[in-house]
């Protein structure tokens, strides 16, 4: 026997039917009667407590996913600011480098007007002896930027010291702090001679030797002490530093002491190059 198809719902059955209930509800609603409160607080009592379940657990759910979308959004501005204080550290670096080197520059020209008279290569130092004292340094700059042997150096507002030896592209200098380096001096005012030593032991208090002052010459102390006229290596009138703590030798001729270097040998960084060789007399030791 072949089975009976199942009865077709049709949608507008269902319609009609959706539409039957909710009349059917309206007018309950609308009756006061025991019967319509009764089914109220049938349906207040058994859908209310399953509503504000699912409203706490909605809530607890929403916020959780609240937080963690908020959470989100912190690490991903966490990121963001990271990154913008990496870009930013490293334009500060940027910054400080080029005000460094500005402010060099700078202090190279006004170095450099206080000597007009000769002219000036500047070079940056790129070695030195293994002390921190520069007892020698060497340079960037050699014969291809017209660097040659017994060309003067100045930094600092001083005398650094000599050029010694020269290849192309770098050039050696032995500074004055140099053990037994000799140079001839004079006081600033008086002209009266004397001679300035290099001794490392000396600069490590920050001093050279100030010697060969005949007793009634007119240097004082903290008179500035420049290169003499006289001198076979360095041009005349180059600031070399200030006398300190004269006294008359045993001799009773003349008076020694300290001389205060003008240049600050334990930060050296660039160094100016006077190109004009004073070409007279045996060279000083």
Request: charged content about 20%; some cysteine.
């Amino acid at each position: 026997m072949k089975k009976k198809p199942a009865p077709e719902i049709r949608p507008k059955h269902i319609m009609f039917l959706l539409a039957a209930i909710c009349i059917l509800l309206i007018i309950m609603s609308a009756m006061n009667t025991n019967t319509n409160n009764f089914l109220r607080a049938g349906f207040n009592n058994t859908l209310m407590p399953m509503q504000k379940g699912f409203n706490i657990v909605g809530n607890g759910i929403f916020g959780r996913v609240e937080r963690l979308v908020h959470l989100h959004d912190v690490e991903s501005e966490n990121e963001r600011l990271k990154e913008q204080v990496a870009e930013l550290t490293e334009q500060n670096t940027r910054y400080q480098l080029r005000l460094s080197e500005l402010t060099t520059y700078q202090n190279l020209l006004s170095l450099s007007d206080q000597y007009p008279e000769y002219e000036k290569v500047g070079a940056h130092i790129i070695g030195k002896n293994s002390d921190n004292w520069f007892k020698t340094i060497q340079v960037d700059k050699g014969s291809r930027d017209g660097i040659a042997v017994d060309m003067n150096v100045i930094a600092n507002g001083g005398l650094v010291g000599i050029v010694t030896s020269v290849t192309d592209t770098t050039a050696t200098i032995s500074t004055i702090i140099n053990d037994n380096r000799n140079v001839g001096a004079m006081g600033l005012t008086s002209k009266a001679s004397c001679i300035v030593t290099g001794d490392l032991t000396l600069y490590e208090n920050g001093l050279l030797e100030l010697s060969k002052i005949a007793k009634d010459d007119a240097i004082s102390n903290d008179d500035k002490i420049v290169t003499s006229n006289t001198s076979d290596l360095y041009l005349p009138g180059i600031l070399i530093g200030y006398a300190k703590d004269l006294t008359v030798d045993s001799n009773n001729l003349t008076k020694s002491g300290y001389l205060v270097p003008a240049a600050d040998f334990s930060h050296l960084d660039t160094v100016l190059i006077l190109t004009t060789i004073k070409e007279t007399g045996e060279p000083e030791s």
